[in-house]
Each structure stands twice: as structure tokens, then as C-alpha cells.
């Protein structure tokens, strides 16, 4: 990291290797679009390299990028909302570049129809939430971080962190029940 610091271009081509996907997948994510996500891994990138002089080292590496991150893509949220945009997670991107939700076995065309039926349920759910639960959420479900990690991401406390996730669930919970029996 010091190296980066420094300017020395494989430095910073290794650091670049090491968390790009993490960040593009985070912002697919939280974003739902592809190519704003691939704006987004640039932008935070820069961002890293104009600001890694001022890293010292609270927080993992990966927990900094994931706050610089975090604080684009709400940057980003906010502009798109003041454009009327609608903002999306997009589960179908994820299950992508992630693999679909089978536990193993052979998929037969019900249990597929019935996950993609699950996945376009749990999209309209996650669009329903607030951007700061949605991110909680993100964070701790999909890339798995700890609550410490979430509450400097988000630049928030634990204890927030924690209700936001409550109420996220909760959330999902009510609206993935109604759509069930609708």
C-alpha cells in the first residue's frame, strides 16, 4: 500500500486486481445496472488512489474501499433520484455473475421457474427498500461483511447498523408474504 502511495504503477495495478470485482459486484448490487456499476469501479478507484495517503489503517483496506464505495453509490442514488430514475437491484445480474440459488442436485423446470419466480419477488422487495437498508443489507447478506465492518462502510454505528438490518428484514419479510399470497 505504502508503494501505492508512492505512485509505483504495478502497486496500484495489484491493488486494483485485488478488490475490482468486490467493488463492481457491491455496485451492481446496490445500483442494478451494469455499466453504472463499471462507472462506479472507476470512480471509487480514483478516488482510492487520490485518498490513500490518508488510509491509516482503522479499518482493513477492503473495509475503506468498501466505504468509498458505499458513499459513490449513494452519491450516485441521489442523483438518479432527483432525475425520477428508478433505481434497481438486479438480482438477475447477480445470480450472473454469482450462480443461481441451487444447493446442488439436478434443477428440474419447476424448481427453476420457482426461483426465478423467488428472485423476481425478492427484486420488487429490495426496490421497495430505502437506500440505507438496502446497502445494510447488501453488506451483510450478499457480501457477507460483520456489523463492524457495515458501521464504517456506512460511517454510522453498530447499534444502526443492526436496526437498519432489522427493519430491512422485516421489511423483505411483510413484502415477500403479501406477494405470496396475492
Request: charged share 30%.
Amino acid at each position: 500500500m505504502q508503494r501505492c502511495a508512492a505512485g509505483e504503477q504495478l502497486a496500484c495495478t495489484e491493488l486494483v486486481g485485488d478488490h475490482q470485482r468486490m467493488v463492481i459486484q457491491l455496485a451492481m448490487n446496490l445500483l442494478g445496472d451494469r455499466d453504472e456499476a463499471l462507472d462506479l469501479s472507476q470512480e471509487v478507484f480514483l478516488r482510492v488512489f487520490r485518498t490513500i495517503h490518508r488510509f491509516r489503517g482503522q479499518s482493513s483496506l477492503r473495509t475503506w474501499i468498501y466505504r468509498i464505495a458505499v458513499n459513490q453509490a449513494r452519491n450516485r442514488h441521489r442523483f438518479w433520484r432527483r432525475r425520477h430514475r428508478a433505481d434497481q437491484v438486479s438480482l438477475d445480474q447477480h445470480v450472473a455473475a454469482h450462480g443461481d440459488f441451487r444447493s446442488g442436485g439436478e434443477s428440474t423446470p419447476d424448481r427453476l421457474l420457482a426461483q426465478k419466480e423467488l428472485a423476481e419477488r425478492l427484486q420488487q422487495a429490495l426496490d421497495h427498500l430505502p437506500f440505507d437498508q438496502r446497502t445494510a443489507i447488501v453488506l451483510r447478506e450478499i457480501d457477507g461483511l460483520s456489523y463492524e465492518e457495515i458501521a464504517f462502510s456506512l460511517g454510522v454505528a453498530v447499534g444502526t447498523v443492526k436496526s437498519r438490518l432489522t427493519r430491512a428484514r422485516q421489511a423483505l419479510r411483510l413484502e415477500l408474504r403479501e406477494a405470496r399470497t396475492a
